[in-house]
């Protein structure tokens, strides 16, 4: 199995970050894009350096390399996370402006019909960033908003952040050992 995982400048770092760690233990190869402002976030809101982050990953790849593998339709995957995604990139991939590797990326997978799901983060959400994930949506694209759930009666961070990323990789067919799923709870 083969995945992109981009990381992009919203707030929740943390997220894109575990979503390779659980990968990483299952031996599935990843494809990293970290942006610019993604590594400002990965740095200012977590203990990792962004090297570190990469090194987590099978294949690193440039956010302004579009002479990657990953930026071609040839090269087959499973899909691609964008974890955190902000909402101009989300804007970028809504409206097909490919002008970096992650929105590159993105366009590929949705012109391949490939599986790609957002994790967006921003509060209040805007008409412009509603209609952007309406219109991503209605494309097939799974818009999963960075929103925790407490029926699972989280107790720490870690619950939320574990929590989110099971039902994450879970539309991938992967399986976490956190996945608590509400009839699980009873
Ligand atoms: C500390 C910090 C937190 C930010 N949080 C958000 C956020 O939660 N959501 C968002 O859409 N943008 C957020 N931004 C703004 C984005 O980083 C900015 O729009 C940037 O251009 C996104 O570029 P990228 O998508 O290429 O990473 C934040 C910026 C900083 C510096």
Same mark, same amino acid.
């Given at each position: 199995?083969?995945?992109?995982?981009?990381? /992009?400048?919203?707030?929740?770092?943390?997220?894109?970050?575990? +979503?390779?760690?659980?990968?990483? *233990?299952?031996?599935? =190869? /990843?494809?990293?894009?970290?942006?610019? @402002?993604?590594?400002? /976030?990965?740095?200012?809101?977590?203990?990792?350096?962004?090297?570190?982050? =990469?090194?987590?990953?099978?294949?690193?790849?440039?956010?302004?390399?579009?002479?990657?593998?990953?930026?071609?339709?040839?090269? *087959?995957?499973?899909?691609?996370?964008?974890?955190?995604?902000?909402?101009? &990139?989300?804007?970028?991939? %809504?409206?097909?402006? %490919?002008?970096?590797?992650? /929105?590159?990326?993105?366009?590929? &997978?949705? *012109?391949? *019909?490939?599986?790609?799901?957002?994790?967006?983060?921003?509060?209040?959400?805007?008409?412009?960033?509603?209609?952007?994930?309406?219109?991503?949506?209605?494309?097939?694209? +799974?818009?999963?908003?960075?929103?925790?759930?407490?029926?699972?009666?989280?107790? &720490?961070?870690?619950?939320?952040?574990?929590?989110?990323?099971?039902?994450?990789?879970?539309?991938?067919?992967?399986?976490?050992?956190?996945?608590?799923? @509400?009839?699980?709870?009873?």
């Amino acid at each position: 199995m083969r995945l992109v995982v981009a990381i /992009t400048g919203a707030s929740g770092a943390i997220f894109g970050i575990r +979503i390779l760690e659980e990968l990483k *233990k299952k031996d599935i =190869e /990843t494809h990293l894009i970290v942006s610019k @402002w993604g590594g400002f /976030t990965i740095e200012q809101e977590t203990g990792f350096k962004v090297a570190e982050v =990469e090194k987590m990953a099978s294949f690193s790849h440039d956010v302004n390399d579009l002479s990657a593998v990953i930026a071609s339709g040839s090269i *087959k995957t499973d899909g691609m996370i964008v974890a955190p995604c902000s909402m101009k &990139t989300l804007a970028g991939i %809504a409206i097909g402006f %490919a002008d970096d590797l992650i /929105t590159r990326a993105a366009d590929v &997978t949705i *012109k391949e *019909k490939r599986r790609l799901l957002l994790m967006p983060r921003e509060t209040p959400l805007s008409p412009i960033h509603l209609e952007n994930m309406l219109k991503l949506s209605r494309l097939g694209v +799974i818009i999963m908003p960075l929103m925790p759930t407490f029926y699972t009666r989280p107790e &720490t961070v870690d619950d939320i952040i574990n929590q989110t990323v099971s039902r994450a990789l879970a539309y991938f067919g992967v399986e976490t050992e956190h996945a608590r799923r @509400w009839k699980d709870l009873f």
